[in-house]
């Protein structure tokens, strides 16, 4: 799964039975040094959890046309990990608005430019309409910037998508050719693997 050193296992991993829960992330950034952003915030999210964080599945770094805001704002780096973690779904969401913080995230207008984004995507098959944390995260079935990266990180990956008569459970990569078909803005032509992540070896 992934670029992430295989080290998930538990002879590797003495504490990884506590953690118990599996979440989605999605990074972006296109402001500033992106790719090494994102492979830093990879390492944050570890290290800022004090272990409450394992790194298990990885995308590659992806170069993605910017979807809404600002019709002049650079192309994007987007990458997908997938945690287990023993943190709660909010904890988690302060976590990673820590590790926005700690690269200094600028945003000045909704969908503009900036410097880190970290979205949580799914937790467990958590769903909830609460504001400060809508799981799955409301936009990701029709995002391919999230999507490709995603099946690439885990190509067996499903996503709980809103229906007419209620949720239904999706195939990521089904999605993914979906939106590719819909909508020229999230075309997967526009979303194009750059290269494996790097990850320092203490980091999974
Ligand atoms: N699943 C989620 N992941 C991250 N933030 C979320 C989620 N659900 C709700 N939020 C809330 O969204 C608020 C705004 O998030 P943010 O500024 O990152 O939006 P955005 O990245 O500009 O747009 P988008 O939500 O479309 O990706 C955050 O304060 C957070 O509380
Ligand atoms: N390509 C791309 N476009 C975006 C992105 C992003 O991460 N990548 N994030 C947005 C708001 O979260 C809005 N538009």
Same mark, same amino acid.
Request: charge should be negative; hydrophobic fraction near 40%; charged fraction near 20%.
């Given at each position: 799964m992934g670029n992430v050193p295989n080290t998930n296992q538990s002879h590797h991993a003495p504490g990884m039975d506590a953690l118990a829960h599996t979440a989605v992330l999605a990074l972006g950034s296109n402001l500033g040094e992106s790719e090494t952003t994102l492979e830093q915030a990879a390492a944050d999210l570890v290290h800022l959890s004090g272990g409450a964080v394992r790194l298990v599945g990885a995308s590659g770094l992806y170069v993605t046309e910017p979807v809404g805001?600002?019709? %002049? #704002?650079?192309? @994007?780096?987007? !990458?997908?990990?997938?945690?287990?973690?023993?943190?709660?779904? @909010?904890?988690?969401?302060?976590?990673?608005? #820590?590790?926005? !913080?700690?690269?200094?995230?600028?945003?000045?207008?909704?969908?503009?430019?900036?410097?880190? %984004?970290? %979205? +949580?995507?799914? @937790?467990?098959?958590? +769903?909830?309409? %609460?504001? +400060?944390?809508?799981?799955?995260?409301?936009?990701?079935?029709?995002?391919?910037?999230?999507? +490709?990266?995603?099946?690439?990180?885990?190509? #067996? !990956?499903?996503?709980?998508?809103?229906? !007419?008569?209620g949720w239904a459970n999706r195939a990521v990569a089904e999605l993914a050719r979906e939106v590719s078909a819909a909508d020229s803005h999230a075309n997967v032509n526009a979303v194009k693997l750059l290269r494996p992540m790097n990850f320092m070896p203490e980091e999974a």
């Open positions: 805001g600002p019709a %002049d #704002q650079p192309d @994007y780096i987007n !990458a997908i990990l997938e945690v287990r973690t023993s943190l709660d779904p @909010y904890a988690l969401l302060v976590l990673c608005q #820590q590790v926005e !913080a700690h690269h200094h995230r600028v945003r000045l207008v909704r969908w503009g430019p900036r410097t880190l %984004d970290i %979205d +949580v995507i799914t @937790y467990d098959d958590l +769903v909830s309409d %609460d504001p +400060v944390l809508t799981l799955p995260h409301p936009r990701a079935h029709e995002r391919a910037f999230v999507l +490709v990266p995603w099946e690439q990180a885990n190509p #067996q !990956a499903q996503l709980m998508v809103r229906t !007419a008569s």
